[in-house]
């Protein structure tokens, strides 16, 4: 157990919805990443937080949204979803500068 | 831009060591990671290098050089448990870009008896 959760574990949806991701980082952590893994993209970088702030952006579409509160949750807002967003959706935190711990992912299907 | 490539799967014996490359191109770099993924789980942190050399935890090595923008990682008594994907990851290039990682497609490794 990394210490960080997310939830949901398991969401299905349909085409042109919206979602909602959360994320609670380990205690202590100020920053905050999401990442997307598909099949056949693989492990990849959407956006992080560090404190409240957006620090660095990765291929994150116009769809997507992210944000982190004052308690330093984080919540990753899914809109418009296509078949292609399928995929397992990794929240992370980290002292600034250190290894990132990995939560147990969000597995979205969108039908 | 960050380019990393590593092999997509490696098959290796029950009590053998095992070496997965990792090779990467990279505008600027500030440390390269390995972790370790189950199929369907969470990615867990192996080993973390940002000076050239190797780095050494029990069952699992990691080494780096950066002037040929290479790493290994050195899997030792190999189990059935390490069966798994295997990501390399590299932070960069810069403070201001925060500290995101750049993962490769990952190798997947099966253990046979």
């Known amino acids: 157990d990394s210490g960080v959760t997310q939830t949901p574990k398991h969401l299905i949806t349909a085409t042109g919805q919206r979602v909602t991701l959360r994320c609670s980082p380990r205690s202590g952590d100020l920053s905050v990443y999401w990442y997307q893994q598909s099949l056949d993209q693989g492990l990849q970088f959407l956006i992080q937080y560090y404190n409240g702030e957006e620090r660095a952006k990765g291929n994150i579409l116009e769809r997507f949204s992210a944000q982190q509160f004052p308690d330093l949750h984080s919540e990753l807002n899914l809109s418009s979803l296509e078949l292609g967003d399928s995929a397992l959706y990794f929240c992370?935190?980290?002292?600034?500068?250190?290894?990132?711990?990995f939560g147990p992912g969000t597995r979205l299907t969108v039908l | 831009g960050q380019n990393i490539d590593q092999p997509t799967e490696m098959t290796a014996t029950e009590g053998a060591i095992v070496q997965i490359n990792c090779t990467y191109q990279?505008?600027?770099?500030?440390?390269l990671f390995w972790y370790q993924q189950h199929a369907g789980e969470a990615p867990t942190f192996l080993s973390y290098n940002v000076l050239d050399g190797l780095e050494e935890k029990g069952r699992f090595s990691s080494f780096l050089s950066r002037s040929k923008g290479y790493s290994y990682l050195l899997l030792k008594e190999l189990q059935m448990k390490d069966s798994a994907s295997y990501l390399c990851?590299?932070?960069?290039?810069?403070?201001?870009?925060?500290?995101?990682?750049?993962f490769g497609g990952g190798t997947r490794l099966m253990v046979k008896p």
């Open positions: 990279t505008s600027g770099f500030n440390g």
């Open positions: 990851a590299v932070r960069g290039p810069a403070i201001d870009a925060g500290n995101m990682l750049t």
């Open positions: 992370a935190s980290s002292v600034q500068g250190n290894e990132q711990f």
